[in-house]
Structure formats: structure tokens, C-alpha cells
């Protein structure tokens, strides 16, 4: 069995970052998947994403997800760890649970031996035969094939977020919308919702503006 892992939602303020591991019974699966148009998830539009998803759940003899909560990546980084420890612990347990020959992952840390150290940590029992690449989600089929499920379902997880408490836009920190979200809740309420990883800087600068604005206002 082939194995291939990726994330979506890293650097969002707001949302799950969900990590996903599509498991091919062979490479001549990831083959066919390449034909379909399976490509790195971040240069296909959303139309063709959600086009490609049930393709690829059809293909794989399993998928699964883990989504990892803003309050479970907050709690994690208040224990003073890293988000690359973090991702690479939820890859091995990927990894753990099907237990492939051959794992190919998209390497977030600089150096990908480091990272491959990190995950071994959490490994149990023998480990498979491991690639350990950056870009892998443009270069290995099966694993662009796990970044569009990671992007498809963090995205439904977004607008399912939207459809509950108002627009807030992508999620992410460059979104002016998003920001603007951010802004009118915690003026509004005098703090974030779950669903915003209250230890990221764009959360900080708005706490600190809030308070700013705060004591402009009582004109001290």
C-alpha cells in the first residue's frame, strides 16, 4: 500500500488545520489519478477540487482525516512546542493506523531530516519505508491527491463556519475580511471565539488595538 499525507490550513487565524492520508493500492493508482487532473491541490480552483474528491475517494482503498482544532494548536504551542511538531506528530499517527509500505509526506520543516526525527518519535513498531520531501504535493499524484481532500474538507469546515456566525472570509491572516471579522467580535465581546488560534500574532495585534482604542476612548 502507498501512502501519501499533506495539510491544509497551517497558517489560518481562524479554522481547523486538517491533515489528511490517502492510502492507493498501487502506483499504477497514482497513475490513473494523475490522468484525472490530480495535481497539488493549491493550483486547481475550487470547482475542480471538489470535482476530484469523490474521484479520489473511489481510487483509495482508505482516507483519513484529523482536524486539529485553533484550541488544540493553541493549547499545544502554550506547552511551548512547535507547529512542526505538532504536524509531524499527527503524520505518524497516520501513518500508525494503516500502516502502509511506502509513506510519502510534504515536509513543512526546513530541513526534511529534522522532520523525519520528529515523526519517528511518535512511530510505533517498525516504521515503513519513508519520503520525506518538500513539494511532495507536486511531485508524488498520491500525495496532491491528500492535500485536495485536506483542502476540500477544510473548506467545507470554513464555510459551515460562515453559515453559523456571519462571513469571515478565507481565514487566513492576509484576508482583510477576515481580519475585519476578527475585529468586530472582540470588540463586540472582549474575546475570540473557539474557532480562532488565539496565539497567532494577527489575534494578538487585534487584542492589542482593542485595548489601544480602549483607553483612547476613556482619554487617558
Known sequence: MLLGIDESGR???????VIAGVVLPSRRSERLLKKEGVKDSK????????????IIQRASLRIVTRA???SDVDSW???????????AKVFAEIINETRPRLAIVDCSDVVPRTF???MARYMNGAAPKLICEHFADRNYPVVSAASIIAKVTRDSGIRDLCAAVGQLGTGYCSDRRTVEFLESWFDANGSFPPFVRRTWRTADRIKQGAARRRISDRGL
Request: hydrophobic residues 35%; positive net charge; aromatic residues 2%.
Open 68 to 70: 486539529v482544532t485553533a
Open 43 to 54: 493550483v486547481l480552483s475550487r470547482k475542480k477540487r471538489e470535482a476530484l474528491f469523490p
Open 116 to 118: 523525519r526525527s520528529r
Open 77 to 87: 504551542r502554550e506547552s511551548g512546542k512547535s507547529l512542526n511538531e505538532l504536524e
Open 11 to 17: 497558517g489560518p487565524v481562524i479554522g481547523d488545520m
